[in-house]
């Protein structure tokens, strides 16, 4: 009697699967050597491509008996596969974090699912046997389908499945006809399960990922172990293969490498069968040095026939906990890691190979070794190319419960936290990481299980750490949860933690050194962010029981989307109309999502995990070398000395710092003797290209910077004063100045006869928030800043009918005049600034922004004047860090010397404006039209190096803005010379403000100098 799919069961945590097939490794087969060279089995046929579709808004609206034989679908609308039904035009993406995507439209309790609106996507697919597949098992296979699903074939129901993120498989057999076969699907958006998919993420639902007929031949293995671990000593290896065969045969096995064959064996297959072998001296596998053995498994039936040929990629590496650190082939691993969703703004979670391929080719590029699968099980594609690429893998299961708990302790609700001790999760959690298991098992790249995130505490995860230690003992075991629910701490064997400052690891450590300590997430990037986080790089070379983290997250989940008037852009959490959402906190990524490029925020990580130090003084270098297995004689090394930014000499030097080595080398030339300032930089480089990068890509550098006093000249050109009654002119060979007494500044500077200021310029002590400003509240603690900016006044109103002008005052020197103006500023209590413009007769005016601090008011965002030019004047050189923006508290990966861009490249593509383009340390800076003509700006030996902005917008333009396209259209080039300004932060977004050393110190006198002139 054929069972029937009753809809009741979709609430039901017990109900999770239904005549779906066990779970297997995810090993391709071929039933020839021209199939296997061709990369297209023919024992599989894709049914991906246009399907027959329907939607309904909840299961009430849903079209009764469309899966029987008998009713055409033919009239229904065409969708394609795979693809999220939500970005194919159907329902829309909702951005969610912690809330549940249901709150505030229905009130539910875990064991209840939406029923107003629940989307249920109806899909059929009509297709034909091939000739191929004829006579054979027949399956069919679903990689990826959010978030439950039920099928039928020709009108009888084959079976449901929930977990959204590994296969689920179908027998087909007994239920194919010759001709037309009706295939019919229905995904549900939200089932039992969805409590336990609360991730950080765009909710999305339907057939995602690849769907596929698959056949066996007679002789077939469904399953295959691979373990290949070295021995205590490395110099010897066990291969083992378990195998799990239908049918009964033979099969050879040859392992080899580089064309010499390590392994050449022939086995009787025949049900479970445990193979061993023994490998002296393996090419170990690390992120360093991937090396991976060729693993070819021919199957033959009884009489000789070959059946199939599984061709497996095989890496030898032995991972285990010794002295209490996390070791990878005898050495101590430091995970340099990002958090990565499976994401793209074209197809959501639907990642293409092009798009995988750029991430890893990005990451390796910039010195990340790790991932971890926040928070499910990516597609399989991804753990292949990391065997490949060489990164470290945390495979983490698809649980993630956030909302269920996270206010707990408030309101003492504690039969709505899921799973905690509740035995009516726990299968569908085991059968969770089982699938996720048996799928990945055989990949080198995983070094960690992971239960999942954010889902509490309690005894269902720690049963699921116990699977995973009995299944696999040649890994690890992780979840971060148990910081919150200490009941069952061994449930992992590393603590892990979310956000805590490094103060605060290093008083965890010092208390309790049981286990090693990482930061599954950290770094929060959310916008421009990462600031400080050199200082938990730095606590890896001192604390050997801290062992990295993974910054949160990889890629910005955003979405391309078309404003009212047509134009692109990228799209965030609301800009849908869904709600509830979280907005742009969807927006944390290291890099863009709309093109994967890397934001600036990349060239900070990429130095923060460069595996090579090189401390550079005058005449030597000191080089560390962190690489575990990698020699530095690996790289090429790079010796090259530049005076004021222009390059003198490069030499390659020759270096030979064994793995976490340590060696002096003196510099392979002496010290320089013209006046100037110097930059030695010592570069590693690869030698030869890399999978993921040319030969001459740089993987690690070092900088030293020394100066050569020479004469000062001083300018004795000329000046002439002219005062009238409101404004006091100065007067030069090539230039005129005003000064404004009525209007209280500079109003006029004129360069070979052009008019180079649009705006008095004005002292500024704001920027435009950036997204942890507005998570630590500093917009509010430090509003009367940016009011101060803005209303500074030369005139005081106090205490008179009529304001009363602060004329400046003026000084005629033999070479110079200095015109001062001071400024009230509207701050409680009452506060003043002064701004002093000498002008030479060289048209070079040297300014002079003081302030004597009023301890009530603290310190500001930001000590500097802005300027407003002409939008013509839009190519930016300047001598000082670079490439990148830089920041008080990211500037390590930058490097000093002259750089140019354009003024819109300053506008990093941050998704909401915010502050962005700083450049820090610049000695000169030009703003200049494309012939060459602007203004230059310079720093002043006694402020020293500037920092300098040049951008499109002014800081309260950029405020206002919640997207790029609601920003005006470009007038200006905004500069912006200051002192300095705050640090950026970034250990979190949401409470952690910026550290105190990277804020403006406002204990004296504050005063910047700076000068500037047309050219």
Not at 276 to 289: C, F, G, M, R
Not at 653 to 662: I, N, R, Y
């Amino acid at each position: 009697m054929n069972r029937q799919f009753d809809y009741a069961n979709v609430k039901n945590p017990e109900y999770f699967c239904d005549g779906r097939m066990e779970a297997y490794s995810d090993h391709a087969y071929y039933a020839s050597e021209t199939d296997m060279l061709d990369g297209e089995s023919l024992f599989a046929e894709s049914l991906n491509g246009i399907w027959k579709f329907h939607y309904a808004r909840n299961y009430g609206a849903v079209i009764r008996g469309f899966e029987k034989e008998e009713y055409c679908c033919s009239s229904w609308d065409d969708i394609r596969v795979p693809a999220h039904i939500q970005m194919e035009g159907y329902d829309v993406p909702q951005y969610a974090n912690t809330q549940y995507p249901w709150e505030g439209r229905e009130d539910i309790r875990p064991g209840e699912i939406p029923e107003y609106f629940n989307p249920v996507a109806s899909y059929v697919k009509y297709f034909s046997v091939p000739e191929r597949m004829k006579g054979k098992r027949i399956f069919v296979s679903f990689q990826g389908a959010e978030s439950g699903l039920a099928v039928w074939l020709n009108g009888v129901f084959i079976g449901y499945s929930e977990d959204s993120f590994t296969p689920s498989d179908f027998e087909l057999t007994g239920y194919l006809k010759e001709g037309q076969n009706k295939l019919a699907v229905q995904v549900f958006k939200w089932t039992a399960g969805s409590w336990c998919e609360d991730q950080d993420f765009y909710r999305f639902s339907g057939l995602y990922r690849d769907v596929f007929l698959y056949t066996v031949p007679n002789v077939h293995i469904r399953d295959l172990r691979i373990r290949a671990i070295p021995d205590e000593t490395l110099q010897k290896a066990e291969l083992e293969i378990v195998s799990c065969t239908w049918g009964e045969g033979k099969a050879r096995f040859v392992l080899s490498r580089h064309g010499k064959v390590f392994v050449d064996e022939e086995k009787e297959l025949n049900g479970e069968n445990r193979f061993v072998w023994e490998v002296d001296h393996p090419a170990l596998w690390s992120a360093e040095v991937p090396n991976l053995y060729d693993l070819m498994i021919t199957v033959t039936g009884k009489d000789g026939a070959v059946t199939e040929l599984i061709p497996e990629k095989v890496g030898f590496r032995r991972f285990e906990m010794k002295d209490h650190m996390m070791t990878l082939n005898g050495k101590r691993i430091v995970f340099k890691g990002v958090n990565r969703h499976d994401f793209s703004s074209v197809g959501g979670r639907h990642v293409s190979e092009e798009e995988l391929r750029k991430d890893l080719t990005v990451m390796k590029q910039n010195n990340i070794n790790a991932i971890r699968t926040s928070h499910y099980p990516n597609g399989s594609l991804l753990y292949r190319l990391c065997d490949e690429y060489g990164l470290y893998l945390i495979d983490e299961t698809n649980m993630e419960t956030h909302g269920s708990w996270d206010t707990v302790r408030a309101d003492g609700d504690d039969d709505y936290i899921v799973p905690n001790d509740r035995p009516e999760w726990l299968p569908l959690l085991l059968d969770r990481e089982n699938s996720m298991y048996q799928r990945d098992k055989n990949h080198p790249s995983i070094l960690i299980w992971s239960c999942g995130n954010e889902s509490y505490g309690g005894k269902d995860i720690y049963e699921m750490s116990q699977f995973f230690r009995k299944e696999d003992p040649t890994r690890l075991v992780h979840y971060e949860g148990v910081f919150n629910d200490r009941r069952y701490n061994d449930t992992s064997d590393m603590e892990s933690q979310m956000y805590t400052p490094v103060e605060k690891i290093k008083e965890f450590l010092a208390k309790d050194r049981s286990k090693p300590f990482i930061c599954c997430e950290y770094t929060h990037a959310m916008g421009n962010s990462c600031g400080a986080m050199h200082k938990y790089t730095d606590l890896t070379d001192t604390d050997p029981l801290y062992q990295g983290g993974f910054i949160w997250d990889y890629i910005d989940q955003t979405i391309y989307k078309k404003d009212r008037y047509g134009q692109e852009f990228q799209a965030y959490g609301g800009d849908f109309g869904e709600r509830p959402t979280d907005y742009n906190f969807s927006a944390n990524g290291i890099v863009y999502g709309g093109d994967r490029e890397p934001s600036p925020k990349m060239q900070e990580v990429k130095y923060n995990y460069q595996n090579i130090t090189a401390k550079v003084s005058e005449n030597r270098v000191t080089i560390i070398n962190k690489n575990l297995f990698l020699n530095t004689n690996a790289f090429d090394c790079v010796v090259l000395v530049e005076r004021n930014g222009k390059a003198l000499r490069q030499i390659k030097m020759e270096t030979e710092v064994e793995p976490l080595g340590e060696k002096t080398y003196p510099l392979p030339f002496a010290k320089e003797t013209l006046p100037g300032e110097y930059t030695v930089t010592v570069s590693f480089r690869l030698k030869e290209d890399q999978i993921w990068a040319k030969a001459g890509h740089e993987v690690a550098f070092g900088q030293y910077v020394y100066r050569i006093q020479g004469e000062k000249k001083l300018c004795k050109r000329p000046v002439k004063v002219i005062r009238s009654k409101h404004n006091i002119g100065v007067r030069g060979e090539c230039f005129e100045v005003i000064f404004s007494v009525l209007d209280g500044g500079l109003a006029s500077y004129r360069y070979a006869g052009k008019e180079m200021i649009k705006e008095i310029p004005k002292p500024n002590f704001w920027r435009a928030p950036v997204d942890n400003d507005q998570g630590n509240q500093m917009p509010r603690r430090y509003a009367q800043w940016k009011i101060a900016s803005m209303y500074a006044g030369h005139k005081d109103y106090r205490g008179a009918d009529c304001c009363k002008v602060l004329e400046p005052k003026v000084e005629v020197k033999e070479y110079s005049v200095r015109v001062t103006y001071t400024y009230l500023m509207p701050t409680t209590p009452d506060s003043q600034c002064q701004v002093a413009y000498e002008v030479y007769g060289d048209g070079t005016v040297q300014t002079t922004l003081s302030y004597d601090p009023v301890k009530e008011l603290g310190d500001m965002p930001e000590f500097g004047l802005m300027f407003k030019l002409d939008a013509d004047y839009d190519h930016v050189t300047w001598y000082g860090l670079g490439p990148e923006e830089t920041y008080a508290d990211r500037k390590k990966g930058a490097k000093l010397g002259v750089y140019q861009n354009i003024v819109q490249d300053n506008l990093a593509r941050y998704i909401v404006p915010q502050e962005c383009g700083a450049k820090e340390e610049v000695r000169y800076a030009s703003v200049t039209d494309r012939s060459g003509r602007g203004m230059l700006f310079e720093m002043d030996e006694k402020s020293g190096p500037m920092m300098f902005s040049a951008l499109p917008y002014t800081p309260h333009e950029m405020e206002n803005a919640k997207h790029v396209y609601e920003l005006p259209q470009v007038h200006y080039t905004v500069v912006r010379a200051a002192l300095g300004q705050m640090g950026i932060a970034g250990d979190d977004s949401w409470m952690s403000f910026t550290h105190p050393e990277y804020l403006l110190n406002v204990e004296g006198k504050m005063e910047f100098t700076f000068r500037f002139r047309g050219i």
